[in-house]
């Protein structure tokens, strides 16, 4: 099994959700920017996941899965927010992601 790529801004979130993939046996690595997330990108294997968030510092990570489509890698991609908001949810589908998830469903799971 491949890792868990986390793309998120927040360090304290970001923290939160790599120990809870951790503890459930999964291998992950997390980066705060969207040229952070590039460079992950450009070294991704096939089995490799991607949870990002969709606002961040420096773009979002809408664009960043367009273009991860456009490279033809057609890793499974779930986007997360703070701002549920169907215009998003439905431009995140359209462009491949496999979910579009509230951060408060992540901050209640066990």
Do not use: W
Not at 27 to 42: I, M
Not at 58 to 69: A, K, N, V
Not at 84 to 91: C, H, I, K, L, N
Request: proline share 4%; hydrophobic share 35%; charged share 25%.
């Amino acid at each position: 099994m491949g890792r868990i790529i986390i793309v998120e801004d927040n360090l304290t979130f970001s923290g939160y959700v790599c120990g809870l993939l951790q503890s459930k046996g999964f291998q992950t690595v997390s980066t705060s920017t969207c040229n952070g997330a590039r460079k992950l990108f450009a070294k991704m294997s096939e089995d490799d996941i991607v949870l990002a968030d969709l606002r961040l510092n420096d773009g979002d990570g809408i664009t960043l899965l367009e273009e991860l489509r456009i490279q033809g890698k057609r890793n499974p991609y779930i986007i997360m927010t703070d701002y549920d908001e169907v215009p998003t949810a439905v431009r995140s589908m359209k462009s491949g992601a496999e979910d579009y998830i509230p951060k408060k469903l992540l901050e209640m799971s066990p």
